[in-house]
């Protein structure tokens, strides 16, 4: 019976990142540090990873916000594979921003994140403290 209830709680995440500007350089897993919501634990603010739970199919979206006349590009990766890319160029006086969904299929115990990647050697992103800009977020959607 406790596996059945098990297999039901919900897994869901949105993690933002609060009050930083700052410059990372590609294949750098960006960390949403600060979480709002965190159903079944399974995203650590650490190290910006998703660990999958079970087997299912999962939702993910993000943005990111950047600064500076740059391009920012991130991928979304699952065990090193490439699931889906977004990106932005800033080239104003104001904060773009470039988001993405993704659906994927997991394996339970497969990791997820969100990564830079792109044109350039360095990206700047942005995100306000009272209004976070750049977030991350994901769900179980489907189980077999």
Same mark, same amino acid.
């Given at each position: ?6 297999? /039901? ?6 993690a ?22 965190? =159903? ?5 603010? #650490? ?18 916000s950047?600064?500076g ?11 090193n ?6 990106? =932005?160029? *800033? ?13 994927? =299929?997991?394996? /339970?115990?497969? *990791? ?8 350039s050697?360095e *990206?700047?992103? #942005?995100? *306000? ?14 189980t077999?």
């Amino acid at each position: 019976m406790q596996t059945i209830q098990k297999e /039901k709680e919900p897994v869901m995440f949105y993690a933002v990142i609060r009050g930083k500007t700052f410059t990372y350089n590609i294949d750098t897993i960006l960390v949403f540090e600060t979480v709002i919501v965190n =159903e079944g634990g399974h995203y650590d603010k #650490y190290d910006g990873v998703f660990v999958a739970p079970r087997k299912a199919t999962y939702m993910f979206s993000w943005t990111v916000s950047g600064t500076g006349a740059t391009y920012t590009v991130t991928e979304f990766v699952v065990e090193n594979k490439v699931i889906s890319s977004a990106g =932005e160029y *800033h080239g104003g006086g104001t904060y773009s921003s470039g988001s993405m969904t993704a659906l994927c =299929e997991m394996e /339970k115990g497969d *990791h997820a994140w969100i990564r830079s990647t792109g044109v350039s050697t360095e *990206h700047n992103l #942005y995100s *306000h403290d009272n209004y976070p800009q750049s977030s991350f977020l994901g769900f179980l959607l489907l189980t077999e």
